[in-house]
């Protein structure tokens, strides 16, 4: 029999020991994942944290950043109280404040901004967290206000307005149905480790892989049949090349083509252009790898889908565009609205296709009002404002410091990290000259230090929180230890701000749980059934896709076709933009003699989360320095070694990290991941190469310079 001391020290929950399990989400990494969580509870603390078996996403596993969970939620740098600061912006000088007056000044301020300035010179803002951003944008709206933006502007929306100009509605690749998977800047060994198991496991079945990567990376090495391995942001012309071969082979399928879609002719004569003659000059792709991997779609690509990455293809000038041509190759072959294929997709809640309908859309757009001007980044992004209906954030930090269109007075922010944006320093500079600004975060962040008044979150851990998951799951969690010092949900301070503003909207003034309760009115669980069930439950009114419906039916497109050109972008002329899927360089104007080499920043790291996790020690153990990767042939040219300090600069200044060779980075180019505080790759990226149809910043394609420092 073990002694209490051993149960204890072996952290077993029993009565004895006094230890519980209680089952919860990690919501540190993508939406997409949100695997389930069993929280060990002593004493009101979480003492161990493991994957829940029972969860139908993760079934017990966890990666290194679900398994730091702990040292996350107890952080040090956790902001314990209300905050007003009292020192200059960026001290972090504060005093705490109770609730009550952070919110009562928070309120009466905004009310004053509105009735000087208009509603819409107040900003609200949510960062990478997703859980509350219904309530934030109802927010929003019911203030008055069309200035709801996020940091889904430089994430994955590029790629979903790729689809809607295409077919009015986004799509999901039906990997599990395929024959063949197009990898499309595809590494789910960094990225979702859920994905690269099943990504495994469908590679023993026989599905073939075409990987393209501008890195060698482990699932090119382990899973491509083909690898392709262009330069960072000319995954368009390698797609029109391909499309070429396709069609010049007659390999797409016409039958499909006449019934369901629009503009082929004038795309294929655009696709002439790529080919054997300047595809390897424009790519780096030499022109047989085209031709095997449009040998490949012809002989195992039915079906075939593809996997849409939301950052690495849309972190360049010409993003969308390239999206649009590689999405493309779906249509020709007759690859889309079928099992195996690309699926058209509802979101059913906080960005998430989980097969059932919620009023989400609803929510939000019932609380609009629409004779505001237009939200920010409007006029320089018609595309994104079309498409998207809010703010384009990439153009927060110029609108705040020009003041045109019209003066931003007053930004209240849920997460927000100027490290995220391109050219940092000047979102730094729009922090410090706004008239008020507020955040709400979980760490002391040097962000938050410029904020007049500062907020405690609590995690995932310490709320309760509604979440849908792909295959009709719907889960509803309840806080497994109480809120952390005087730390608050988000979406309760929001409700409250409704409230204490007396905003005309009763159900947002009623809480979150009753924002819920009408969000989720057309299933029949309840929010109380969901939470009693401590479980993610299946929803009875899940309906899995059904081929074909929705192109019979006919797309909400202007022809109800599938555009492969464009007819809302055509019909738009003075907005500037191609109606087909062209092709651009994607380094422009920088001069290539003083910055010689590529500059790519942010392609993830399995043990990082954008700034989230630098200050996690046990993920830090795992690379304790910013580090650079540099080929090694390069970094022989420059007369640098393994571990040395290296410089990198662009036209914006320049930064320090240490040297990491590696074969995996091909030669020219060079890689920083993002969010460090001492080597702050976004301060070198410019934030005004942006991507005109989306407005997503060139992260990953930027000239710059290397060279050893000391
Ligand atoms: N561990 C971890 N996981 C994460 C995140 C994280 O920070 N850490 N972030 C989450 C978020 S917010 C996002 S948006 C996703 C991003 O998810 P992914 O899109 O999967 O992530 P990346 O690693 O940025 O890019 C994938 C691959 O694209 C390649 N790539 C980069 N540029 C190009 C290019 O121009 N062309 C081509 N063909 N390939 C290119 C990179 O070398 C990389 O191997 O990951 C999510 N998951
Ligand atoms: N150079 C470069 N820049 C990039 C990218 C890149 O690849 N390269 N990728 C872009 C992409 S794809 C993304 S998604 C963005 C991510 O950019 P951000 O949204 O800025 O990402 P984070 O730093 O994870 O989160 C922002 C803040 O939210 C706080 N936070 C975490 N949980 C909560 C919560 O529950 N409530 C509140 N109120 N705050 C919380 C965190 O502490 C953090 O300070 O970065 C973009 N920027
Ligand atoms: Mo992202």
Not at 83 to 91: A, M, Q
Not at 358 to 380: C, D, I, S, W, Y
Not at 391 to 398: V, W
Request: aromatic fraction near 10%; proline fraction near 6%; include cysteine.
């Amino acid at each position: 029999m073990a002694t209490k001391e051993e149960l204890l020290k072996a952290k077993i929950p029993c009565a004895e020991t006094g230890i519980e399990i209680r089952h919860s989400l990690c919501d540190i990494c993508s939406p997409t994942s949100h695997c389930g969580v069993n929280c060990y509870v002593k004493d009101g603390v979480i003492i161990k944290v493991e994957g829940d078996e029972n969860h139908p996403l993760n079934q017990g596993l966890l990666c290194t950043k679900g398994a730091s969970n702990r040292q996350y939620v107890y952080r040090e740098d956790r902001i314990k109280t209300p905050l007003k600061r009292t020192g200059p912006r960026g001290s972090g000088q504060y005093e705490p404040i109770t609730w009550d007056e952070a919110l009562d000044t928070i309120a009466k301020k905004l009310q004053g901004y509105k009735a000087q300035y208009g509603a819409q010179s107040v900003f609200f803002f949510g960062g990478y967290t997703k859980w509350f951003r219904p309530i934030l944008q109802r927010l929003a709206y019911s203030f008055g206000t069309p200035n709801y933006g996020t940091e889904s502007s430089s994430c994955f929306t590029s790629g979903l307005m790729a689809w809607k100009v295409a077919a009015a509605t986004p799509s999901r690749p039906d990997m599990k149905n395929s024959r063949l998977f197009l990898g499309w800047a595809h590494n789910p060994y960094y990225t979702g480790y859920l994905s690269a198991r099943s990504t495994e496991n469908l590679k023993k079945k026989g599905v073939k892989f075409i990987i393209v990567d501008t890195m060698y990376t482990q699932t090119a090495e382990k899973i491509a049949d083909l690898f392709l391995q262009p330069r960072p942001g000319t995954d368009g012309a390698l797609a029109l090349a391909i499309a070429n071969e396709l069609i010049e082979n007659g390999w797409v399928d016409h039958d499909f083509i006449s019934k369901y879609v629009h503009g082929f002719e004038e795309y294929a004569a655009y696709c002439r252009g790529f080919n054997r003659t300047n595809v390897e000059a424009l790519t780096g792709v030499p022109y047989e790898k085209v031709q095997q991997a449009a040998r490949m779609i012809h002989d195992y690509g039915h079906p075939m889908s593809i996997k849409e990455s939301s950052a690495p293809l849309a972190h360049h000038i010409n993003g969308m565009q390239n999206y649009r041509a590689i999405m493309s190759l779906a249509i020709i072959t007759g690859n889309y609205d079928v099992k195996g294929g690309q699926i058209p997709v509802e979101f059913t809640y906080t960005h998430q296709a989980s097969g059932y309908h919620t009023l989400e859309h609803e929510f939000v757009k019932e609380a609009r009002v629409f004779n505001m001007p237009a939200p920010v980044g409007a006029q320089r992004f018609p595309l994104w404002n079309e498409l998207e209906h809010e703010a384009q954030a990439m153009d927060l930090s110029r609108q705040i410091l020009e003041g045109t269109p019209y003066p931003l007075k007053a930004l209240v922010c849920f997460g927000i990290n100027n490290r995220m944006f391109p050219d940092s320093k000047r979102m730094l500079k729009a922090l410090e000259t706004v008239d008020f600004y507020v955040d709400m975060d979980l760490f002391m962040t040097d962000c938050a230090k410029y904020a007049d008044i500062v907020l405690p979150a609590c995690t995932s851990f310490e709320r309760e929180e509604f979440k849908s998951y792909p295959g009709g799951w719907a889960y509803y969690t309840k806080p497994v230890i109480q809120p952390l010092y005087e730390s608050r949900p988000d979406a309760d301070v929001m409700c409250e701000l409704a409230r204490r503003m007396d905003l005309d909207d009763t159900l947002l003034k009623s809480g979150y749980r009753a924002c819920l309760e009408y969000i989720l009115s057309p299933i029949s669980l309840s929010v109380q059934t969901l939470q009693d069930a401590d479980t993610p439950l299946r929803v009875p009114e899940f309906k899995p896709h059904e081929p074909l419906a929705t192109l019979r039916r006919g797309l909400k497109t202007p022809t109800g076709k599938l555009e492969l050109k464009s007819e809302l972008i055509a019909g738009h002329p003075e907005w500037g933009l191609d109606a087909l899927p062209t092709y651009r360089e994607p380094l422009d104007n920088i001069d290539p003699a003083e910055y010689p080499m590529t500059l790519t920043s942010g392609g993830r790291l399995p043990f990082a989360l954008h700034s989230r996790l630098h200050d996690v020690p046990w993920l830090r153990t795992l690379r304790p320095k910013a580090c650079v990767e540099l080929n090694p042939e390069d970094a022989q040219a420059l007369g640098i070694l393994e571990q040395d300090t290296v410089e990198i600069s662009t036209p914006l200044g320049s930064i320090t990290a240490a040297a990491l060779l590696s074969r995996h980075i091909q030669k020219g180019l060079v890689s920083l991941y993002h969010g460090y505080r001492e080597a702050d790759i976004s301060s070198l990226i410019s934030a005004d190469r942006l991507d005109p149809y989306s407005g997503f910043p060139a992260c990953r394609s930027n000239r710059c310079r290397v060279s050893k420092k000391g």
